[in-house]
């Protein structure tokens, strides 16, 4: 099973940025795509933004959260 909704805690995983980086990123994406502080960002967003290809960033999640 996929994820659709990215958090600032796996922009850290796939980025490898800080916590803090990784909230601004979300709050840009949010930004670029007219949403509010409420809504949530999807992957397929997240990925269109910043270059990434979907299943690319899907496959790594699953690594990173199989191992916790």
Known sequence: MSRLII???D???ILGVSS???RRVVRVIKRKNKKEKYQKITVKEFCRDQGLDVNDV???LKEFYKGK
Request: proline share 8%.
């Open 58 to 60: 899907i496959q790594e």
């Open 7 to 9: 958090r600032p805690k």
């Open 20 to 22: 803090s980086y990784a």
């Open 11 to 13: 922009v850290e995983v």
